[in-house]
């Protein structure tokens, strides 16, 4: 009997989070609002409307694809369709708390495919390096194409390049010296949060372990 509730509230848990949070998001518009979007909705072109979605879906499943990449190497496959629709679960949890979704993606991949946590987080952490490193790329070649413009910027406010240089040493040399005193600690809790953190950094470093790194 509990063995069938475990299962019952494991399929259907996740569904009703997820109507849940539609329904939150709705009850947050005003009526207006609602009248706003439905107009919008029926003058829209349907031919852009119907390729929106079909990128859309399409890019659902790249993110699919891409994360099998990096769960590869830790030796789990999970379906497709269960990691699409882990990441469609993830994107309406945004939608209710921000940043809640990654949380419960590794979640519902434990509870649906038996990836461990920590290792299904730390490929949650990857992807959002990666998408972050690609944003910074952008910015650094901005930044280089507009050289002249953003150092007007700092002479008019007055920013010193060697102050930047002395708080970032004073940054990475405080981070190094905690993180040497974190490593030789024997504290029972703390060595159980480094066996924590070994799992995540396993996701993590999968990246480099993976077959079709340029695919991804």
Known sequence: MKKNLLKTLKTFGPIAFGLFL???????????DRTLIYDYIISADPLWVGLSLVIGLLSHVSRAVRWNYLLGPLGYQPKLM????VI???YFANLGIPRS?????????????????????GTIITERVID????????????????????????QKGISWTKIGYMALGIISIGSFSLWILMRSKNK???TLKAKVS??????????????????
């Open 82 to 85: 269960s990691n699409i629709l």
């Open 22 to 32: 539609i329904w939150y998001t709705y009850s947050n518009t005003s009526a207006a």
């Open 199 to 216: 799992d995540l950094l396993s996701g993590v470093f999968s990246v480099f372990k993976m077959e079709h790194k340029w695919r991804f």
């Open 101 to 121: 979704g990654e949380i419960l993606r590794a979640t519902a991949l434990t509870t649906y495919e038996n990836v461990p946590f920590q290792k299904g987080f």
């Open 189 to 191: 809790a703390i060595v």
């Open 132 to 155: 972050l490193f690609m944003l910074l790329l952008v910015v650094i070649v901005g930044l280089i194409l507009q050289t002249d413009v953003l150092l007007d910027f700092f002479a």
């Open 88 to 90: 469609l679960m993830g």
